[in-house]
């Protein structure tokens, strides 16, 4: 089981920037890749980032692509999410997630931090 802590969300005008990082512990030997999602009241849980633990390929959300970097520190076992240029449509939950080797899609989740972008 892997155990994962999401921080670094805030308040921020628009055309801002903030960092999420997100902490794992636990079975951290496992991991084969992990991503951000978000999810405003109402709505599905979209996908928005996710980085592979082994090579460092990186996949993002069409609606981001340009303005989020995703990173990872291996040593640390953490993730970490840059996000530029932020808009008013980025003001959600965001969530840290992980996948294991053993498993199709993502097992843990963070328990999430809230983005808000103000115009």
């Known amino acids: 089981q892997v155990q994962l802590v999401d921080s670094g969300g805030g308040l921020v005008q628009v055309g801002g920037s903030l960092r999420l990082s997100c902490a794992a512990s636990g079975r951290t030997s496992s991991t084969y890749a992990m991503g951000w999602f978000r999810q405003t009241p109402g709505k599905e849980r979209e996908f928005v980032a996710a980085i592979s633990w082994s090579s460092s390929n990186t996949n993002y959300a069409d609606s981001v692509k340009g303005r989020f970097t995703i990173s990872r520190d291996k040593a640390k076992n953490t993730v970490y999410l840059q996000m530029n240029s932020l808009k008013p449509e980025d003001t959600a939950g965001y969530y840290c997630?992980?996948?294991?080797?053993?498993?199709?899609?993502?097992?843990?989740w963070g328990q999430g931090t809230q983005v808000t972008v103000s115009s």
């Open positions: 997630a992980h996948r294991s080797t053993l498993s199709r899609e993502y097992d843990s």
